[in-house]
């Protein structure tokens, strides 16, 4: 582990026997884990690369419980990491030495399904899959659709805004969520949004969303539900070079096609997924497209008719649509099972997560060739082209010296690019402690102390999921104060981690 | 009346000398677009005026990446002129509040959009102004240039600074640029009309057709009026291409032909139907005051339920969740309280949009709406704005900690 966190406080862990007996008092049961073993899965969350023991864990089973827990730690200047299922690809909940981990795995109750304002309350511990179960038997789902979707929770969703294949079209994780009921780190209880469209005020449920477990913990969610559509259909297209199927996508769009999903893989890629599934990927593209349209049948049948003439207008070398429901899921399932698959052919991956404008993607994936070369690691890339995410799987041996350090040094030249190209740091998994020390690649001090300030207006002792998004250590007195002139600091020789 | 002083920059720069300047001599700015929306917010303290009129232009449109960039002080007929070209739009249906308050149409800027989070009827399915900005450049009431989001559809992070900026009514910072998603422009456009149905039916027949796989994209009711003696319209808005909106209007009217019967009207009479809500043709305007009252969608009807007897006129957009209701200024008084009451009860709140300056102050007076639970809330309201704008120099008097 190589990225610093903030000092742990030395009272904090020298009383770590009265904080398990105070978290007893409000959590009884077996609701605390203080054993060293127990404590283990907790250390790290998806992004395994970085780990630390947390002091202990609580796991809490009510809001009135989770207003106890923060409001005795924020009197006792405990930290606080709140966790989902962990799954989170940026070290979003990496536990602190010094700091309790809040997980919310418990909060697993759908408590209410309104199908006439189409809104489903459930809180934050009910995995993303599971709502749109809950609701499929009335036609209806709950739209994103991140690729951890079995395991990931809605909670860790709201905290992370996350995406999937299909936001394309239906949006993220802020365009589905109507309300939230929020613990903040004083224990106060606030709700934001509700089932109407719009709330008075500051729009502080967009703010929330996002967050990354800085702001406050959610303790219930409210919902949008969208009517599933009638069919669905995919079709792959192999392209020979990348050039045209970056042309191909641009022209669907250009001809007024959103699709349900549009997704490319690059040629390793290809080969690792169909290596390990055998789904009837071509091996001898460079670029593979899967395109998704949804709707009633006449619309995917024309929607189809057009992308399959844009393809061949493009010179597409193969063309190939889902015939049946069961070839669809298995066009989606080489697709899906990318990340396995790389973990088949090597030891390592590290997956990456940055936005480019789409018209870039030729030359981003020229210029990680060469990065690929310098840094001596093969990359492997799935996008979600219709939006310009990328996702390079870094491929790497943790037990080879070196390779780790090269491997997040590719991977820190890889987002440089992006944000160099008119993009972004990160398109879904968030900045969390991975991509915490390139914010500055994006923003300015300027930018970063206006939005610190609003951390101090949720957590002005800075307890809660510390050392996350943030590269620099301030306090919320002299952020008060602080003028930052032309970008620079008053004060240079600040402590930064 | 003292003539008001008046900053009308043209630059990024000149627009953070003025409020840096403003910063210094602790004094207030009015920061003005167009101006359509200024009798619904205005400041109430003394201040400056920065007309921001000047600061326009698109500086950036790049269809085939479904983005746009603008100043903004950029008119929203220029922008959506530019869009229409290319057939993109503005999905929220973002429109001008002038002619609500008597003004001529086309003044409405890109910035008042965001700043009032101004959506259309097409926010029923494809959400508001703050689902689709992507960033922005600003200057704080700091005086300071910052800026938030980015310039691409997939974006997280930081916080959601474009977000929070969104209906924000430039009390934390001045809005310099502003990026925005932008999406195709649906190639056709049919409405289903139902007619004669009272307003509970309406409401339960749009709850319904939205729980069909039709993707109705908007749904409005306007209900009878003796006044006028022309029966109640219900109407749903199908969008997309041809083949698919004819397939969904047959299941549509198939699948709701037992709540009542419904008629296809011709792309020419859609189109001008949804203008109409666009400026609330429907509404008396002489002697009436106008609330924008929003509810979860079920329950809308129940709001002209309980308006009806102030002798009120009503029309409901967002499937029964945004009622906007004219009450007459005779029947006030006690008005104000009584409406925001009502929306709090049914689990939504109410906007005074249009009244007169002598009403204005009565009408939103009253016992506070805050509640216990809200203290919290009303707190980090302020101590937000006190993080952008510590002095307090932007839109002075502008409270919407005081709206809660």
């Known amino acids: 582990m190589s990225v610093r966190m903030p000092a742990p406080d030395p009272r904090t862990l020298a009383s770590r026997a009265s904080i398990v007996a105070a978290m007893r008092d409000i959590v009884p049961g077996e609701g605390v884990i203080d054993q060293t073993e127990e404590l283990a899965p907790y250390e790290s969350d998806a992004l395994t690369a970085y780990a630390q023991r947390p002091l202990l864990v609580v796991l809490p089973e009510t809001t009135e419980q989770i207003c106890a827990i923060l409001r005795w730690c924020n009197e006792h200047g405990v930290r606080v990491v709140p966790r989902g299922a962990g799954t989170s690809l940026s070290g979003g909940a990496l536990p602190s030495q010094d700091g309790i981990v809040l997980a919310l795995s418990r909060l697993r109750r759908i408590l209410e399904i309104d199908y006439d304002n189409r809104t489903a309350v459930v809180q934050p511990g009910v995995t993303n899959l599971a709502v749109s179960q809950a609701v499929a038997a009335r036609g209806f789902y709950y739209a994103p659709d991140p690729s951890s979707q079995i395991a990931c929770t809605i909670g860790g969703n709201v905290a992370e805004n996350s995406g999937g294949v299909h936001c394309l079209k239906y949006g993220m994780t802020a365009h589905n969520v109507l309300g939230l009921k929020m613990v903040l780190m004083s224990g106060e209880v606030i709700e934001l949004g509700s089932k109407a469209l719009d709330a008075p005020g500051y729009d502080l449920l967009g703010?929330?969303?996002?967050?990354?477990?800085?702001?406050?913990?959610?303790?219930?969610?409210?919902?949008?539900?969208?009517?599933?559509?009638?069919?669905?259909?995919?079709?792959?297209?192999?392209?020979?070079?990348?050039?045209?199927?970056?042309?191909?996508?641009?022209?669907?769009?250009?001809?007024g096609i959103i699709p349900a999903g549009m997704e490319m893989m690059d040629r390793p890629a290809i080969h690792a997924a169909e290596d390990f599934l055998g789904v009837g990927y071509p091996r001898d593209v460079d670029a593979l497209l899967i395109v998704e349209v949804d709707g009633p049948l006449q619309e995917c049948r024309h929607l189809m008719e057009l992308v399959t003439e844009i393809a061949a207008l493009n010179g597409a070398a193969t063309v190939r649509v889902s015939g049946s429901e069961d070839e669809r899921l298995r066009f989606w399932a080489g697709r899906k099972a990318a990340f396995p698959a790389i973990g088949r052919i090597s030891p390592d991956y590290y997956c990456i997560d940055g936005t480019i404008p789409r018209r870039c993607l030729p030359e981003m994936l020229k210029r990680m060739s060469g990065m690929a070369v310098r840094h001596g690691l093969r990359v492997a890339n799935v996008f979600h082209a219709g939006d310009g995410n990328l996702h390079p799987l870094i491929l790497y041996d943790a037990n080879v010296p070196g390779e780790l350090d090269r491997a997040e040094q590719f991977a820190a030249d890889i987002l440089r690019t992006c944000v160099a190209m008119g993009g972004v740091l990160t398109g879904e998994h968030g900045v969390g402690v991975e991509k915490r020390d390139l914010m500055g690649e994006m923003f300015n001090d300027v930018d970063l102390a206006h939005q610190e300030r609003i951390k101090c207006v949720f957590d002005p002792a800075m307890l809660l999921n510390p050392g996350k998004v943030f590269p620099n250590?301030?306090?919320?007195?002299?952020?008060?104060?602080?003028?930052?002139?032309?970008?620079?600091?008053?004060?240079?020789?600040?402590?930064?981690? | 009346m003292a003539q008001q002083q008046c900053h009308a920059p043209a630059t990024a720069a000149q627009v953070e000398e003025a409020v840096a300047a403003a910063v210094a001599e602790r004094r207030g700015l009015e920061i003005r677009g167009g101006g359509s929306k200024r009798l619904l917010r205005m400041p109430i303290e003394p201040a400056a005026l920065l007309d921001m009129s000047g600061v326009s232009g698109i500086t950036d449109y790049d269809p085939d990446e479904l983005v746009l960039t603008a100043r903004a002080g950029t008119p929203l007929v220029e922008i959506e002129a530019a869009l229409g070209e290319r057939q993109q739009m503005l999905a929220f249906e973002p429109f001008d509040h002038g002619p609500l308050f008597g003004a001529a149409p086309g003044r409405t800027t890109l910035g008042g959009i965001i700043a009032g989070n101004v959506s259309g009827s097409r926010r029923l399915s494809i959400g508001a102004a703050r689902d689709h900005i992507l960033g922005f450049t600003a200057v704080s009431g700091r005086g300071e240039a910052l800026k938030g989001g980015g310039a691409v559809v997939k974006n997280v992070t930081g916080f959601d600074l474009p977000k929070l900026m969104t209906g924000s009514w430039g009390t934390l910072a001045v809005l310099i640029t502003i990026t925005m998603r932008v999406?195709?422009?649906?190639?056709?456009?049919?409405?289903?009309?139902?007619?004669?149905?009272?307003?509970?039916?309406?409401?339960?027949?749009?709850?319904?057709?939205?729980a069909l796989p039709a993707a109705v994209s908007a749904a409005a009711h306007l209900p009878s009026s003796e006044s006028t003696a022309a029966c109640s319209f219900t109407a749903l808005r199908l969008e997309g291409f041809g083949p698919s909106v004819d397939a969904r209007c047959r299941e549509l009217l198939r699948a709701l032909a037992p709540m009542s019967a419904g008629e296809v009207v011709t792309a020419q009479e859609s189109n001008a139907f949804w203008r109409g809500m666009r400026t609330l043709d429907a509404l008396p305007r002489e002697g009436h005051v106008l609330w924008r009252i929003s509810v979860p969608p079920a329950l809308g009807w129940r709001v002209g339920e309980s308006l009806a007897s102030n002798g009120a006129r009503y029309v409901y957009d967002w499937a029964g969740g945004l009622v906007w209701a004219a009450v007459p200024e005779t029947a006030l008084r006690s008005g104000g309280a009584r409406i925001r009451a009502i929306a709090r009860s049914l689990g939504g709140h109410a906007v005074l949009v249009r009244a007169p300056p002598a009403l204005r102050e009565s009408l939103l007076a009253g016992p506070p709406a805050v509640v216990d639970a809200d203290q919290g809330l009303k707190v980090l309201h302020q101590r937000l704005k006190a993080a952008f704008d510590p002095q307090g120099i932007l839109n002075p008097g502008v409270d919407l900690a005081g709206e809660l």
Not at chain 1, 210 to 216: A, C, N, R, T
Not at chain 1, 473 to 497: K, N, S, T, Y
């Open chain 1, 473 to 497: 250590l301030h306090r919320c007195a002299e952020l008060g104060r602080m003028h930052v002139h032309q970008g620079m600091l008053p004060f240079p020789d600040i402590p930064r981690f």
């Open chain 1, 207 to 255: 703010l929330a969303v996002g967050s990354e477990g800085l702001l406050g913990v959610v303790s219930e969610v409210t919902l949008r539900l969208l009517v599933k559509p009638q069919a669905a259909q995919a079709v792959l297209i192999g392209f020979t070079e990348v050039e045209p199927a970056a042309r191909c996508v641009a022209e669907i769009i250009a001809h």
């Open chain 2, 183 to 210: 999406l195709p422009r649906p190639r056709t456009e049919t409405t289903v009309l139902f007619r004669g149905l009272p307003d509970q039916a309406a409401n339960r027949l749009m709850s319904a057709a939205l």
